[in-house]
DNA sequence: GTGAAAGCGCTAACAC
DNA sequence: GTGTTAGCGCTTTCAC
C-alpha cells in the first residue's frame, strides 16, 4: 500500500474529474456516459495501474462484501469441502470469505467470532465446537450480522442440515436387517446437536426391535477417540456392531478391530456416518466403510445462499445410504 | 452493520471526547490516563456493545493487517496444514488471513491474486500452480505488496522451502542400497521447481551408481495420475521400484501395484515425498510408506514471519527420511 | 454528460 | 490528561 496511485490521479491524468472517473469505475451508466471520455479514463486506469483501495469504498458504502466461516477443524476433509461449497458462490457473488479454524477449541473458537464481527463479515457460516459461546453469538446478532448454522443446531437460529435421525435410524434399521444384534454405539459430544440426532434415530431404530444398545462411548469426532472408544467397547462381550456418529470415530474402531484381530464383517460389523467421498487413501480400505452419505459441499452452497439472499429459513438435504462391505449378513 | 453504535456515541455516553475514546481503543498511553477514565469509556464500550468498523481504521491507518495465501488444492492436507502454520502466526501478530484455493487451475489462480491485491492484503504466500501468471504478479509487486513462495521457486522472489535435491538424492541412495535396481519415477509436472528438484537429485543418484530411471512418467501430484502412471510404468518390465514426487502420487502407485498383484515391497519398492503426518487414514496402510518428510507446518510459519517482518530473505528447512517398509532389502 | 462537495468512522497531530 | 480538527480514498447527491 504505497506510492500507489488514486482516484485523483487518475481523474488528473484522464483531465476528468472525480466522479467521472468513479463513474466509469462503478459501471454507473444511467446518464449516459461519453465513450470517449471513458475511453480516457480506463486508459489513465490502465496507465497508473491504479486499483481502488477496498477500505475506502467499504467505509462508504458500509458494506464489507465479506461472509465468515468458522469450522472445528479444516484438516478434516469434511469441512473442507464445506468451506469449498460455500466458497464456489460466495466467488461468484463477488464476495470474499475469512476462514477459521477453532481446532475444536472454544476459546478459540470465541476469539474467531469477535474477529469476524470486527472485520464487519455480512454474514456467518457456523459450525460450533459444541455449545457456542452465547455472548459473542449475540454481539454478533446484535450487530446485524447474519448466522447460519451448518449440520449443527442452537436455538433461533437458521441451520442447513440433513436429516440425522431419520438417516441414523435408517441407516441402523439396515445394519440390524443383515443380522446384527449387539449393537454398540461410539457417539459424539453431547452439546452437539448432530450427533445427538444420529444417537436418537439408532437407539429408536433398536428399540422398534426392542433392543437397546449394548454400550454407548462418547468419542469427539477424532480418529483417537473412535479407536479408543472400540478397544474399551470390543472387551464387553457379547458385541457384534459397532456404529459411529461420523467416519473418522468409524476409521478409528476398524484399526481398534484389526489390532485385536476381529474379523471385519464377520465377527463384526462397523458402520460410520458422513461418507467423505473421494479420499484417496480410503480406497485402500477393503471393504469400503458402510455409512450414510452427507451432501456436505451442497450444505455449503445452500448456506452462503441463504445468507447472501438475506433468507432467514432453515433447509434440509437429502442422504444417502452407502451399503459397504464393513457390514454383512451373518 | 446496522443500527451500530460508533466512537461517538460511545464519547457521548462516557462524557468524554473522540480521542479519549480511541486511545483506549489503542492503547496509547503514552499521555498517562486517569484510570477512572479509562473505565468509564470501556464501561461505555461494553454497554453500547461497540466495536470499531475495520474498514475506517484500515483507511485512515493505510494498513489492512491482512496476508493472502494461495494454495494449488486446499482439500489436499499438506497445504491444509501450511495454512494452518500460516495461520498461527498471523493471528498472534493481529493478522486476518484469507486463503484462496486455485484447485490446480491457473484461471482461478490468477483471479484469486487479483482478488488479493484489490483487497490490500499486505503480503501473500503463494504456491503456485504452475508457471505463475507474470501479470497479476507483477502488478502485485508494484503495488509493493510482498510475496514468499513456499515449496516452489520463481526467479527473483524470496522462498521458503526444503533442500529438494539433496533429500530425494539421499532417499534414491537409500532405496538403491537396499538393492532395489530398475528405478521408475513418477514425476510433478515440468513447470513445478519442486518436481524437478526432486527429479533432479534422483537422477543424480542414480547416475552415481551408473544407472539412469528405466522409465519417467510425468504426473500431477494428484492420487489418480500417480495411480495411472504407474498402470503405465508396470507394464514395462523388470521395473523393481518405483519413486513419486509426493506421496498422494505414491499411494496411488501402491493401489495399482495391488489391483496388478505386485507384492509391496518384495516384487516392488515404493516410495514417496511429503510425509504428510498425521493422517488418520495412512494408519490402515501396512506397511508404512517410505518417504521424505517436508515439515510444512514450519515452512509456513517462516513464510508468515517473513512477510510480516519484511524481511527479503529465503530459507530452507532441514528434511527427515522415513524408512518405511514400502522399500526393502530384497 | 460532467463537476463540486459532503461525509462514511476513525486516528494522530496539535492545542490547551 | 484530554479535546479539537484535519484528513485517509472513495461514492453520491445535487448543481449546472
Redesign the pocket.
Known sequence: ?KK????????ARA?????????V??D?T?????P???EKVLKAIRDLN?????????????RTKMLGIVVPDITNLYFTLLARGIESIAFEQGFTTLICDSNHQSERETQYLDMLRSEDVEGIIFVPVGKADGNSLDAILDQGIRVVLVDRRIPNLPTVEVDNYAASFGLAEYVLNLGYRKVAYIAGPEDVSTGEDRLAGLSDALASKGLTPVAICRGDFTFESGYSCALSVLSETGVDAILAANDLMAFGALRAAEELKKSVPKDLGVAGFDHVPHVPYATFMHPELTTVEVPIYELGQKAALLLIDEKDESIKLPTKLIRGGTCREQ
Open positions: 500500500m500507489r496511485s488514486d482516484i485523483r490521479d487518475v481523474a483531465g476528468v474529474s472525480l466522479s467521472t472517473v468513479s463513474r469505475l462503478n454507473r444511467e446518464n449516459h456516459m461519453r470517449e471520455t471513458r491504479y486499483a481502488p483501495v477496498k477500505a475506502a469504498q467499504t467505509l462508504r458504502r458500509l
